[in-house]
């Protein structure tokens, strides 16, 4: 089975920190992607990547900035955290695109910035 | 416009029941797909089952079913035999085919409903 691992589950952080989100799968998938996950907004595509130092912004990229250098991680960087990015993160992985290739999602991560 | 629509936030189910968790969906492209993710308290989503639009039969995987209507734009979940174990946030995802940036193609997720099996 495809893993996805996040480094924390949970993380307090003040406003105004660098906080780095890790994100690493096993399985080589050539794509990974950041999602946000709030309630009643479901979940909203940050950043995704497709190749090594490949990346593209999603629906939600203000605040935020990622980082590829190696197939299986995927990094989530909050240059200054602010209140609002109080959220839980998901960092997922696909093989490749295609309509029939679903995600293998990690187990998230709950930032709470005070 | 909302692409995916759960219109059901919370539901209650009898254990060993069965139950039918909505989804519709928007979009004009005649290919995409069509996902169930499960999300348990402990917050990892689970794929659950996958829809192609152009296949002619309903997707199943065990207690799972998709009952996909293409033409109401329709792709409900069915649980049957409702399990203790069921009790999880259900979101519903469509994948369209149009290509992006490095081929990606957009994947978009329903809002959720919160599913409770009472024993």
């Known amino acids: 089975d495809v893993k996805v691992t996040q480094s924390s589950r949970y993380l307090v952080k003040r406003t105004g920190e660098k906080v780095f989100l890790e994100c690493v799968q096993d399985?080589?998938?050539?794509?990974m992607f950041w999602y946000r996950q709030d309630p009643g907004l479901g979940l909203r595509l940050i950043y995704f990547?497709?190749?090594?130092?490949?990346?593209e912004k999603g629906d939600i990229p203000e605040g935020y900035s990622v980082s590829r250098e190696k197939k299986e991680r995927f990094s989530l960087i909050l240059e200054s955290a602010s209140t609002n990015q109080t959220s839980m993160y998901l960092c997922?992985?696909?093989?490749?695109?295609?309509?029939?290739?679903?995600?293998?999602f990690g187990s998230g991560t709950r930032l709470t910035v005070v | 416009a909302q692409k995916i629509t759960q219109t059901q936030p919370g539901m209650f189910v009898q254990e060993k029941e069965a139950v039918t968790l909505d989804c519709t969906y928007d979009?004009?492209?005649?290919?995409?797909?069509l996902f169930w993710y499960k999300q348990p308290s402990s917050g990892e989503m689970i794929f659950l089952i996958y829809q192609g639009s152009y296949d002619q039969q309903n997707a199943t995987e065990g207690r799972y079913s998709l009952n996909f209507q293409k033409a109401r734009k329709s792709a409900n979940l069915v649980i049957s035999a409702s399990q203790l174990g069921d009790s999880a946030m259900y979101f519903c995802?469509?994948?369209?085919?149009?290509?992006?940036?490095?081929?990606?193609?957009?994947?978009?997720f329903g809002t959720g409903t919160k599913l409770q099996v009472i024993p």
């Open positions: 979009t004009s492209d005649p290919s995409y797909g």
């Open positions: 399985m080589d998938h050539e794509n």
């Open positions: 995802a469509m994948r369209e085919a149009k290509r992006g940036s490095g081929g990606y193609q957009k994947v978009t």
């Open positions: 990547s497709y190749d090594v130092k490949m990346k």
């Open positions: 997922a992985s696909s093989l490749k695109f295609g309509l029939n290739y679903g995600y293998t």
